[in-house]
Each structure stands twice: as structure tokens, then as C-alpha cells.
């Protein structure tokens, strides 16, 4: 299809194929990069630069398996709401209805949790309201992801490996060593990027009866297509899997050290977790742009949705101003946050090319995704190196993807 058809630019297209190799690839800063623009539903343009393996030499190619790291979030975060439209669980239900041991949850005030497995020695008070799911969602729990060089929270984190890709003792096991660490802040009163869905995904499965990956598998993955979207690679697509990355001492790009996604987790990461193809992601995608359902397969209404796109931050502030770690200054003006994912409320404090309401989210291995719903576009763009905060390629792609529109809906 030429993108003319549906006002986009084919020149202004291809000058993003040439951008990404002349600056990123090419000159060695990104391993690939695998970029796919939607408009109406239709693929209007592809690009397949770089290699699945620079070790082997393998180039990547348009059925490549990538770990997408925290783009697992929106999946989780729709999972949950499914079980909120059948009426099994509510945004405003306390979390300690469904995980009883966290009744009592207390934020941290001073002191440390020492060595791993020694006695904590918190100083802390009691919450101002208990956390409640819709806090999971979005991000304002008083939970958080074991960041370095910030808190004694994060420390203890770091400590006590809370973090669901790096347990052996499954999602109960997480859930037990998140209860022994106090809060950041107060749920409800402040933005901080966290463990919150991979909660979700426990309350996923304890409030559905089915394992979490299980849940993901019958009702969102496989109903939509996306059959190589998982939390493991089986070994009949193992040649498909694309290497990550890391910038090693020398200033070379080298593997990536960590758990192994050719078998299955034992406690499957609803935060960041799953991998996935380009294709796979594109029907998840298209399946929000179309309000909640994609050939037939409804996941979630368009009321819901709308719920879920809606700035859910104290005081409808932006992610700039509530944030106490990641994401936080005048970068992230302009920006809201749902249930789920980012969205902009306000292009010109944003100060790149946009429409509001469009939504968004990326992971660390500097995936990114978002969809327009203003100008029916959907964009996926996929490549595998840590971390994400180096380089602005998802900001200089939301403004050359929107450059190439010349038939504009707003």
C-alpha cells in the first residue's frame, strides 16, 4: 500500500529508514532496529536495519523475537481491567482484600534493612489510605523498582532481589518479600515507576483462578493472533531470538548478562516479562485503536479504554511534576499517566509533534510503542539495548513519523 493513500508521505517515510541506520545502527550505538507505522489499520511502512546477533552475524528480520521489557505493562494492565468488567474486582478495592497480609502496610521514614535476610531495622508510619488496585495501575502505590544510587528502599529491593525476573520461588515468593519492605510515600499521593504490575499480574491470577501466564495465553494472546508473544521462547523459535545489548567498558556493544528467556520463568513478570515480534504487538496495538477489539475478539469496551487513557495522576498534574524518580522534569511535561501506559494532554508543553490522547509506553531494552487515536496511527519500534535513557530515539521518531503525515485528522 502506498502510504499517499491514507495521507502519509512515502519520501518522508524512507528518510526515517536512512536516519535510523546513519545514526544508530550503522555507527554501532543500536544492535538493529525494526520500525512498523500502521495508519487505518494498514501497514504503511517497515524498516529492518541491523543484526539479531552481532556475534553470528545474523540479521535481524521482520519475524525477530524480542524481549520487550516493560511494553509487558499494558498487557497485564488490560488483563486486569477484563476482570473489572466482569465484576470480580474493583479500581477503588483495597489490596489487602486480595492479599491479606498487606493490611498493614507502613511508609518509610529512616533507617535500613542491612544485609539480606538480616532483621529490618525500618523506622516507618502507618499509610494515609490503603493502597488500592487502581493504584497498582497507575503507578501511585508507594511501591518501587529497586533503582540505584536513590533510596534505602531501592537498596532493600536490590538486597532481597524484589524483582519477579529474579525469582526462583515463583509470584507467591515476590509477593512475600515485598511485604516485609516499607513504602516509598503514601498510595495515592505520588508517581513512582515500580513493581506495581507485576503485582497486578499475581492479582491476576489469584482473582481468575488461571495462572497468570496461563490467563494471558487463553484470553489476550492467543484469542488475538499474537502466538509468539510469551514469557519464554520455545525451542522451535529459538534461531528467531534477537541478542540484547549492553555498552560494555571499551565502548562496545556486548550481550547482556541475565536470566535466560529459552524456558519458562518461575514467576512470570507482568512489568516486564514477555517477548514478542513486531506483527504480535501491532494486533495489540490495532486492538486499542479500534476501542478494545480486533476480528471479532473483544477484550475490553471502549469505555473502558477511555478509563484506562485518562490522565489517572494526583490532582490531573503532570508526570513531570508528581514523579519522584524516572520520568520526572520538564522532559515529561505535558504528559499524563493512566492505567497502564503514558498519554499527552498538552502538545505544546510536551514541545514534540503529537495529539492529545495519544498514548504510549516503552521498555528498557528501548522498545517503544504508542497509538494515535487522533490520527488512527499506531507505530512500533523495537531493537535490544539497555538501557533506554541513553539515547532520545523514541522523542526524534514520534516527530519524523508525524512529520510524514500530510493529510492530518486533528
Known sequence: MKPESVGMCSQRLARIDRFLARHYVDSGRLPCALL???????????????????????????????????????????????????????????VHL???????????????????????????????????IIDLLSHTSGLTYGFPSRTNVDAAYRANKIDALERDDGLDGFIDALTKVPLEFSPGTAWNYSVSTDVLGFLV?????????????????????MLDTDFFVPPEKATRLA??????????????????????PAAPSGGSGLVSTAADYMRFCECLRRGGALDEVRLISPKTLALMRANHLPGGRDLGDVSISLFSGPRFKGVGFGLGFAMTTNVEKAEVAGSVGEYYWGGSASTAFWIDPVEDICVVFLTQFVPSTLYPIRRELLTMINAAVIESRA
Open 205 to 225: 491470577s489469584k482473582i481468575s483462578g488461571l495462572a497468570f501466564d496461563e490467563f494471558l495465553r487463553q484470553r489476550i494472546l492467543r484469542p488475538l493472533g
Open 243 to 264: 541478542q540484547c545489548y549492553m555498552r560494555s567498558a571499551d565502548g562496545k556493544l556486548a550481550p547482556l548478562p541475565g536470566r535466560s528467556v529459552l524456558e519458562p
Open 36 to 94: 512498523q507505522v500502521a495508519r487505518n489499520g494498514q501497514l504503511v511502512h517497515q524498516s529492518v536495519l541491523g543484526k539479531a546477533s552481532l556475534e553470528a552475524g545474523t540479521p535481524l528480520t521482520e519475524d525477530s523475537i524480542v524481549r520487550m521489557r516493560s511494553m509487558t505493562k499494558p498487557i497485564t494492565s488490560v488483563a486486569m481491567m477484563m476482570l473489572v468488567e466482569q465484576g470480580l474486582v474493583a479500581l477503588d478495592d483495597p
Open 98 to 132: 486480595h492479599i491479606p497480609a498487606w493490611r498493614d502496610l507502613a511508609v518509610y521514614v529512616a533507617g535500613g534493612s542491612g544485609l539480606p535476610g538480616a532483621p529490618a531495622l525500618w523506622q516507618t508510619k502507618p499509610v494515609e489510605a490503603p493502597m488500592r
